[in-house]
Structure formats: structure tokens, C-alpha cells
């Protein structure tokens, strides 16, 4: 007699992978909940979280005016004040007047005067008393780039979006209500020679040249 046939039926392989399917087919079953209309499990964003944001354009619209423009403006440090702390210590610097995420450069609320001049494209420069080093700039447009604004205040983290993507989109879309709010009514490059002060935010990442994303801009 082989040893297939000498063996019970519920010891041979065919019947104990046999067994092994209906265990997992009966698993399954018990496992799976049915729910009725209306009855569906909420849908919620990364982690779990309900109050993740999946409009950028739209959390853009609503805050910039009545959260992150006064968020800056109210925060915003003297440049040369500002300029003494960061190259004392950068990190505390932005520890104690800045923002970022991660480990990204830090970005600042700002506010200086001076001397509009002419400077390169997207920018003019600010010609600020005193200051020689470094260069300062104001952007114009027409694309407003970077994430001054939306780091400086130290209040919008990745963590509220769902995505990188929409992160990033954030940034823009906070340029873009900028833009909207402030550069659509003036021409800096028409205003070479007038002395104005701006408020707004810069990321620093350029120790030789401060690049400041304006939210307001007044002539003296």
C-alpha cells in the first residue's frame, strides 16, 4: 500500500489545502460589513483627519485677507533689526521671529523703507538707508514665486493638506491672492525713485540678496 493511500483522508495534502481556502473564504465574510445608504464610514484625508484641506485655491481665497496678510504684517520685524538677529544665529532667528517646515530655509515677516530702483525682471530693487549689504528687492511679477508667505507665519503646515501637492499649491494660490489684492492696483516699475515702505515676508535663502513678496506698500 502507498503511503497516500495508507494515510486518512483529512491528513492528505488535497483536504488540508482544501480546508485551508474554506478557513479564509469564512474569515473574509465574517470580516466584511454591509452598510446601507447613508450609513457609509465618513471619507477623511491623510491620517485620518476630517479637517484635512483639499481646496488650496479656495483656503487661499478665504484666509489671505483676514488671516495671513495681518498675521504678517502684525509680526513683520524692521529689515536691519531683523538682518542683525539672522546673522547671529539664523536659527534662532526664526525661532523667535519666523517660520518654515521641515527643515527648509527660514521665511520671515518684514517690513523696510526706502528708494524703489530699477532691478532685474520680476523684481524692483529697494534702496534701504544704511544698507549695503545685502541687495534687497520687491517682487512685481508677473509670476509671484516662492513660499514666503506661507511659511512666515509658522501657522500653515503640510500637515493640513493631503499632499505635497496641494501644499505646494497652497503657496501659489496665496501668491496669487496677494497679487491680486496688492500689485493689480500699482506698477512698481513706474514708481523708480519714490520712497515707500513695504511689509510682506521673505524665505532666506540667499544671504547676499533678500527677496521680499510684498502684502502691502505704502509712499511716503
Same mark, same amino acid.
Given at each position: 500500500?502507498?503511503d ?5 483522508f483529512?491528513?492528505?495534502a488535497a483536504f488540508?489545502?482544501? *480546508?485551508?481556502?474554506?478557513? $479564509? &473564504? +469564512?474569515? +473574509? ?7 446601507t445608504p ?15 484641506i ?10 489671505y485677507?483676514t ?6 504684517e502684525?509680526n ?5 533689526? *531683523?538682518?542683525?538677529? $539672522?546673522?547671529?544665529?539664523v536659527? @534662532?532667528?526664526?525661532?523667535e ?6 527643515q ?6 518684514v ?10 525682471f520680476?523684481? +524692483?530693487?529697494?534702496e534701504?538707508?544704511g ?17 514666503? *508667505?506661507?511659511d512666515?507665519?509658522?501657522? &500653515? ?6 499632499n505635497?501637492?496641494?501644499f @505646494? ?13 496688492l *500689485? ?7 514708481? $523708480?525713485?519714490?520712497?515707500?515702505t513695504?511689509?510682506?515676508?521673505f524665505?532666506y535663502?540667499d544671504?547676499?540678496?533678500i527677496? &521680499?513678496?510684498?502684502?502691502? &506698500?505704502e +509712499?511716503q
Amino acid at each position: 500500500m502507498s503511503d497516500s493511500t495508507s494515510k486518512p483522508f483529512w491528513r492528505r495534502a488535497a483536504f488540508g489545502w482544501a *480546508l485551508m481556502w474554506v478557513v $479564509i &473564504i +469564512v474569515t +473574509v465574510v465574517v470580516s466584511t460589513r454591509v452598510y446601507t445608504p447613508g450609513e457609509e464610514p465618513e471619507l477623511v484625508g491623510r491620517g485620518g483627519n476630517s479637517d484635512i484641506i483639499d481646496d488650496p485655491a479656495a483656503y487661499a481665497q478665504e484666509e489671505y485677507s483676514t488671516v495671513i496678510k495681518p498675521a504678517i504684517e502684525d509680526n513683520a520685524v524692521e529689515l536691519t533689526e *531683523l538682518l542683525d538677529a $539672522i546673522q547671529a544665529d539664523v536659527d @534662532a532667528a526664526g525661532e523667535e521671529y519666523g517660520g518654515r517646515n521641515g527643515q527648509s530655509a527660514w521665511s520671515f515677516p518684514v517690513t523696510a523703507t526706502g528708494t524703489i530702483a530699477e532691478g532685474s525682471f520680476g523684481e +524692483v530693487t529697494l534702496e534701504v538707508a544704511g544698507l549695503t549689504e545685502p541687495s534687497v528687492g520687491i517682487q512685481t511679477g508677473p509670476a509671484i514665486t516662492g513660499t514666503a *508667505l506661507r511659511d512666515a507665519t509658522g501657522t &500653515i503646515t503640510f500637515s493640513m493638506f493631503t499632499n505635497q501637492t496641494d501644499f @505646494a499649491s497652497v503657496a501659489t494660490e496665496i501668491n496669487n491672492q496677494m497679487k491680486d489684492d496688492l *500689485l493689480a492696483n500699482m506698477d512698481l516699475t513706474e514708481m $523708480i525713485g519714490q520712497e515707500v515702505t513695504v511689509t510682506g515676508a521673505f524665505t532666506y535663502d540667499d544671504s547676499g540678496h533678500i527677496l &521680499i513678496t510684498p502684502t502691502s &506698500i505704502e +509712499v511716503q
